[in-house]
């Protein structure tokens, strides 16, 4: 791996940066090279975010805006093997910034790209070569050499001029897509910014016409981007970010992202904030929902990093938001038992192993409670099924009212249910599980249906550590237990007492 960076006094057509994403591409054949799609939306915007605070902190330096544009087209289309950057015109510096393993000047140089460059400096539109081995102008053996098979060119404008090309390469034919381009295009910009930081003589006016190039660029972004200041407030916030979070311009101008963050999510998103003022992270992700104008919720992932003043202090806070509403949809529903509405097995079983991964170093106990219902299938026998469903529906209501706040109620299958009940002592559980028996009894007492609940609940101790099927065996054999008895229908352990005597029934029958 090598990097360096040259200042020189002459004018003509440079070539400024390339950048290969690991020692693995030079060689590799295409088969092996480039197959990886662009990241998801999350990753995305990270890699915007990391790009832009890259180009923000280098100001003036254009060699660093330069390197930070072809580090950030790698971050940002993961699929491709190389980026370049090149300047070709007189009146502006000319540096030169390599960094990559065996992707140098002469294997990356105009010969392999043909025609591309030159129409694009022309014309000032973007090139796209699908195929390189399908297009004469290009030097097959050149890009066989290095594994290129499709390259995009994109113009570098700059005060009503194309003044260079950033040329980005992948290992596959028709390797770009409409989100690439995108990409590119935004890349774009933040040259256009070097440049005028650089020309004193023209500054004023170069960051003009680069900040309308940001802001036509930033208003067609595929993702919603806000501006925010250090105390909340929203500075810019374009189109798509409208549009995601249900608001209109004016009404997000004039209040803060507090104002529309939906209350349970608020005080994640402030602890983040203050630790990336305090500089302990550089930026965070999250996923968050937005209360909309009308009132609905809506889920977004959220991308937040900090532009600071040259003293350091927070000047404004980048937001990038996309939404995942569909992908939040998919997962409730994978999650949620379609009759009673309560979480599924698979919630559960998920839910259960996450706790008990903290049980070690967490100091309350964790309760799992089996119910069973009794006498549910002369409901379904005696009534029909619509009926049976309709008495699941009714018991699941009663269950869920009866929980506190921290606990949780899951249907297993059938007229089976779980209980995740998290610092609760003994008595606690069994005063609550009572609460339920006789709610249920009282539902039944209001209904032609005769039914009850066995319960049989494991109390698993902080400090412990087991898995998620020895806790649902122990609480599944004590409501068995006391369901083929009469009398009370209700047991209540703990898990270390329950596995040790099945452990000693094991060994008395192995011994036999």
Request: proline residues 4%; glycine residues 8%; aromatic residues 6%.
């Amino acid at each position: 791996m090598y990097s360096a960076r040259e200042t020189r006094d002459n004018h003509r057509p440079t070539e400024l940066a390339v950048a290969a994403p690991s020692a693995s591409t030079d060689h590799a054949p295409a088969s092996e090279v480039g197959h990886d799609r662009p990241a998801s939306p999350e990753s995305w915007s990270r890699a915007l975010l990391d790009t832009q605070s890259e180009v923000a902190a280098a100001g003036s330096d254009l060699g660093r805006v330069i390197d930070a544009v072809v580090q950030g087209t790698l971050r940002l289309m993961p699929h491709v093997i190389g980026a370049v950057v090149e300047l070709a015109h007189p009146d502006l510096p000319a540096y030169r910034a390599i960094s990559g393993v065996g992707l140098n000047r002469q294997r990356m140089s105009t010969r392999t790209i043909g025609k591309l460059s030159q129409a694009c400096m022309r014309t000032g539109e973007v090139q796209y070569c699908s195929d390189t081995e399908a297009d004469e102008s290009i030097d097959h053996q050149a890009c066989r050499e290095v594994g290129i098979r499709s390259i995009l060119v994109v113009p570098l404008p700059f005060e009503g001029l194309t003044v260079g090309i950033l040329r980005v390469f992948a290992a596959t034919a028709n390797g770009f897509d409409k989100r690439d381009l995108l990409t590119a295009q935004l890349l774009a910009g933040p040259i256009a910014i070097g440049l005028a930081s650089a020309g004193q003589a023209r500054a004023l006016h170069a960051h003009d016409i680069a900040a309308k190039r940001f802001a036509a660029t930033f208003e067609q972004a595929a993702v919603g981007i806000a501006h925010v200041s250090p105390d909340g407030n929203f500075l810019l916030v374009n189109d798509r970010f409208c549009a995601i979070a249900g608001h209109d311009r004016e009404a997000l101008l004039r209040g803060g992202f507090q104002r529309i963050t939906h209350p349970d999510d608020l005080k994640t998103d402030l602890d983040y904030l203050a630790r990336l003022t305090r500089g302990e992270i550089s930026n965070y992700a999250m996923e968050k929902r937005y209360i909309r104008r009308d009132g609905s919720l809506i889920w977004v992932n959220l991308t937040v990093s900090l532009v600071r003043h040259a003293d350091g202090s927070p000047d404004f806070f980048v937001s990038v938001i996309e939404d995942i509403s569909a992908r939040k949809q998919a997962e409730k529903q994978a999650n949620q038992d379609t009759l009673t509405g309560l979480p599924n097995r698979r919630w559960l079983k998920s839910r259960l192993a996450e706790e008990l991964r903290r049980l070690p170093s967490a100091d309350k106990p964790l309760t799992v409670a089996y119910l069973d219902l009794d006498r549910f299938k002369s409901v379904n026998d005696r009534f029909g099924h619509a009926e049976g469903d309709k008495c699941l529906i009714e018991v699941a209501h009663v269950l869920r009212d009866g929980l506190r706040g921290s606990d949780v109620v899951c249907r297993m299958a059938g007229d089976e249910f779980v209980l995740l009940l998290s610092g609760a002592g003994y008595r606690e559980v069994v005063d609550l599980l009572m609460r339920l028996q006789g709610a249920v009894k009282a539902l039944s007492a209001q209904s032609a249906w005769r039914i009850g609940v066995s319960a049989g609940a494991v109390i698993v101790a902080p400090g412990t550590e087991t898995g998620i099927d020895p806790v649902l065996a122990a609480a599944d054999r004590l409501m068995y237990g006391v369901k083929r008895k009469f009398g009370r229908k209700l047991a209540v352990r703990t898990f270390d007492s329950v596995s040790r005597k099945r452990h000693l029934a094991l060994r008395t029958v192995l011994a036999r």
